[in-house]
């Protein structure tokens, strides 16, 4: 963030009172401002530059006064008290001086008076050369480059005695302890390796030596090379997509225009900035929040230098920042504050340069020496030099010929070598947050109050009467990145599947299935359980938790049942968002799905009217003199056995295997698809035109929803899984009996082309504020009928290993559960935790023996009135549902959807009943009229639920033969008899065993509204035979579905379709009449 931050604030007004220009013989309490001045007033009246102490000082500057002390000394914290004062000495405020280059005092320092000493002259032999390293009369530290060439004589004189080799062990000690730090995080990570991004203006390699220390820790180092042209803006962008990348862990940045260093360095994200330069960081270490800042490795290197030239405590000692400019100089006041230094800065042209470094115990040079500075100034000086800080470029590789115990190295060399050192360990110990950061910890989440309301308004009036939050807010609330959302809106997003990888190693969640009892046509609220219970954990029990739902077909919503976002108050905002076109998956599954039936009639029609010939030079044809296969055609030769890849040598006969499909017409299986429901597309004649030359065929229509792409999507794993899928999808037989997949006919590219964005689940939210995935959306009577493997992964991830991931399966238990434990549970290799099963009174009634219910008509007196015997006569689907349940081995929990007809005996009875039947607990919910609260009962009792043992099984082993594992399923879970499979359904089960489909799971295709093939038989039927009609073959989503009786896949309209109370207000745009 370029903005100014509250840290940067408070730097700004250190700053400030860093301005305070004191240097006297006696201790004082820098950097407080008189009361009522402003602070930067004070400092401009206090940053006159001093010279000498004392009455020498008017004598060597007759321009500046004699000092006055005027403020008492101030005692150290602990040993001997100061010395006392020379008689008659008085400390002096000093007067504003005139324009000129001016030494700054740290506000943060803590000063100890020592008698001052004649400029030239050191008292003792020469403070600074006791300082050194052992021996009398050694030359001082001082910088080689950039000052003149006697210092780097000097220099090289210095480390001749050794103290290169001392210095140098530091880095190699940092090196070491980094390499023991990375060891121990990757123990539990043992594929981590963290990255580090030097991004740099210009093309030098300027990172050897870095990549050298960072290749011996074991860790990675990218160089990005910007031109030298580039604006600072464009830099700042190049820097943020760095900031966004979950692969690069760290940041440093090296030669940067000073005239915008400032924009560039705060446009590093804090939790990447290994050089701790950012405004935000420096606010951090100021404040002294050392556990959470970064310290600067320049300013480390330079204290821990300090230290080691000291030989021993730097405390009470003063130390001068010559040249020291901008976050180093931060740093470095801070630093040495905390460790009882009194720091003073200033530039290489002040006047009284001379006395004030002779007035310094240590030196820290920052920039280059200006040439008219006598070098003897600063022969008797204990100097650390890092102006050629690694920030600024200065890479050699002579780093990579001389390891850092060697002791020929300059004092610059040391403090790069162990500032770069720093860095790397910064780079470790940011990566260690950035693990930590990735372990889920309990949301920040700001949930959204409910203003219910008695008698409970619309479904669509309540959703417009809350205020959602924007949906980039709530993905930051639930640890979602900048760069793993795309935004549609303001409440809809898309989620990338990259939060996979990088959530990898993150324990799942607790997996919550919620089905039903048999349901009736009005719907028993599975959806609205789904919603309350998420709402009543995360935003009454404050456990992380997440809905997965599936996209509801326009085709109902425009039809009989309505929308699909819950109800009440237990709902998905916006609802009108919700239930129509959302984020546009099902019209790319109906765009994919229809191309697909475009390609087989075409590719039949262009077979029946060309020659081999023109087939391969359509096919293949010469582009710029020169023919070429595409990928998609190099796969299909190598499956037909063609080894040839020169499409000018091919065989007449492999001309003809590869440019024949010889799609036998009566066999497909693929139909075209429209998300609305249109009974007159049930069947169709295509192709009636002249321009198809005679080429016609009976075809039909299906509900969108019930393409087979759909199915894909919603078991699939990844991109490259989907692709693979697709092209898998068998269209047809050829007229030998083998089939044609999609990949034959030449289109898996472009069918991924068309469903790389359906892919990404969309994040939307309840009523409540809390977190809802809405993909995928397959009807469970005609197919799985559940929501999407990725969606359940991600939000497995992200609510963390004590959270809570809810999903719906479509219609009964019978279909919609055990679809997903056989079919959804073998993709995802997911466990579930508990079952949710949902009942109401109305509909056990109705299985009891009362009348049939009609949607949109008034209920009889039987579901309006309290009736026990019909209530307690209706258990028995309760009952063998709750059996089916426990046919898997996960503990079931029933959840009673309340009405407001509902007795108190009613709703008493059906919990007793279903704990009589092997429920771990029945629940009675009010969450359609109390949102959340009134679903807290049943979040309690999920979550004792999720404690007892799980012993998950599936109903059949896959092995086995497709007419048994039918028998299976229709004897354990619907209560058949046996099967009875019809000549067509036996002709197609010994074609799809011969092919080699024989050990797919089996997806039923049946009605939703019995146990058996009956819909008007409801209870629980016995001792009937279930017809097996016809079976066909999802290959591509990797299920055979069997047709019981007679199964429609395309809805029709009733006389009275939703639509009519459907509208739109063209003032305000707001949508009126679903529900």
Known sequence: MLASSPQAIALESISNRAAFSLWGSVGVRAGLAPLGEDVSAAGRRCAASPPPRGQAAAKADPGFPAPRLCCRSRRRAAGPAPPPRPPGAQLLLLAPAPPQPTMRLSALCRLVWRPAATAGRRSGGGRAGKLLSRGEGRPPLLPRRGVCSTWGCLAKQQVSHGSGRGQGSLAREVIESSKKALSLLQIEHPTFKPTLSIVQVGDDDLGQGMRNFAQEIGLNIVCSCLPREYTESEVADEILKLNEDPKVHGLALCRFNKSYTSKILNAVKLEKDVNGVTDANLGRLVHGDMNECVIPPTASAVIQLLEKLASTSLDGKKVLLLGVEGPIEVSLQCLLQRKGVMTMSCPWKMKQLQATLHDADLVVVGSAKPKEIPVMWMSEMT????????????????????????????????????????????????????????????????????????????????????????????????????????????????????????????????????????????????????????????????????????????????????????????????????????????????????????????????????????????????????????????????????????????????????????????????????????????????????????????????????????????????????????????????????????????????????????????????????????????????????????????????????????????????????????????????????????????????????????AGAPLKREYTEENLKLVSDGCSNLRKQIEIAQLFGVPVVVALNVFRTDSPAEIDLVCEIAKQSGASDAVPCNHWSDGGRGAVELAQAVRRATNQQNAFRYLYDLEIPIAEKIRIIAQNVYGAQDIELSPAAQSQIDRYSQQGFGNLPICMAKTHLSLSHMPERKGVPTGFILPISDVRASIGAGFIYPLVGTMSTMPGLPTRPCFYDIDLDPETEQVKGLF
Request: aromatic share 6%; glycine share 8%; hydrophobic share 40%.
């Open 383 to 854: 100097t650390v030099n890092c102006s050629y800080d690694f920030l600024q470029g200065w890479y050699s590789d002579s780093y990579g010929e001389h390891p850092v115990e060697h002791s020929d190295q300059t004092p610059g060399e040391v403090v790069n070598q162990l500032a770069m050192a720093l860095c790397l360990q910064n780079l470790i110990k940011l990566s260690e947050r950035w693990v930590q950061a990735q372990q889920c910890k309990k949301w920040n989440l700001r949930c959204l109050k409910l203003q219910s309301h008695s008698p409970v308004p619309s479904d669509i009036e309540i959703s417009r009467g809350q205020s959602p939050k924007a949906v980039d807010v709530l993905a930051r609330e639930i640890g979602l990145l900048t760069n793993e959302i795309e935004i549609y809106g303001q409440t809809k997003a898309k989620v990338r599947l990259s939060l996979l990888e990088r959530l990898k190693d993150q324990p799942d969640g607790n997996y919550v299935l919620v089905a039903g009892i048999t349901p009736t046509p009005l719907g028993e609220g599975k959806s609205t359980v789904t919603i309350g219970l998420v709402q009543a954990l995360t935003a009454h029990l404050k456990v992380n938790s997440f809905a997965c739902l599936r996209q509801p077909s326009q085709g109902p919503t425009f039809g009989v049942k309505g929308g699909a976002a819950g109800g009440g108050y237990a709902q998905v905002i916006p609802m009108e968002e919700f239930n129509l076109h959302l984020t546009g998956d099902i019209h790319a599954i109906t765009a994919a799905n229809n191309l697909l039936a475009a390609a087989i009639d075409a590719r039949i029609l262009h077979e029946n009217t060309q020659s081999d010939k023109a087939l391969y030079n359509r096919l293949v044809p010469l582009v710029h003199g020169a023919r070429k296969f595409s990928a998609i055609q190099l796969a299909r030769m190598k499956r037909l056995g063609i080894n040839n890849t020169d499409p000018n040598t091919l065989t007449e006969e492999e001309i003809h295997r590869f440019v024949r499909l010889d799609i036998d017409p009566s066999t497909i299986t693929w139909q075209r698809v429209l998300d609305t429901n249109d009974r007159f597309l049930r069947k169709i004649t295509i192709g009636q035109a002249s321009t198809e030359k005679g080429f016609s065929r009976p075809a039909q229509f299906d509900i969108a929803v019930a393409s087979e792409i759909m199915a894909i999507l919603a078991l699939t794993t990844s991109l490259s899984d989907m692709k693979e899928r697709l092209g898998k999808i068998v269209v047809a037989n050829d007229k030998s009996g083998q089939p044609v997949t999609a990949e034959d006919l030449g289109v898996t590219g472009a069918l991924s082309v068309l469903m790389k964005d359906a892919i990404k689940p969309t994040l939307m939210q309840t009523l409540e504020g809390t977190p809802v995935f809405v993909h995928a959306g397959p009807f469970a009577n005609i197919a799985h009928g559940n929501s999407s493997v990725l969606a359940d992964k991600i939000a497995l991830k992200l609510v963390g290993k004590d959270g809570f991931v809810v999903t719906e399966a479509g219609f009964g238990a019978d279909i919609g559960m055990e679809k997903f434990f056989n079919i959804k549970c073998r993709a995802s290799g997911l466990v579930p935790s508990v079952v949710v099963l949902v009942a109401t009174v109305r509909a056990l009634k109705m299985h009891g023996g009362g009348p049939n219910v009609t």
